[in-house]
């Protein structure tokens, strides 16, 4: 009985940390400023972009260098 007893204890204690952790976290998430998040969201999306389109054309530069040289 006392095991038992020391195994629902445990139990108890994680099931009341994730509680807290997910109580935190849902305050975290309230907590934030849309606008901003929406912006910053945009601006790395578009830096994230546009190093794509920079490696495409450095490869296309590299491409028509091969030409030329063939």
Do not use: P
């Amino acid at each position: 009985i006392g095991s038992v007893q020391n195994q629902l204890q445990v139990t108890i204690n994680n099931i009341t940390v994730t509680q807290v952790n997910v109580k935190a976290a849902e305050s975290t998430i309230r907590d934030v400023d849309f606008a901003s998040e929406s912006a910053n969201f945009s601006k790395y999306n578009i830096l994230a972009q546009s190093g794509s389109y920079a490696m495409s054309q450095a490869n296309a530069v590299q491409q028509n260098v091969l030409k030329l040289l063939q």
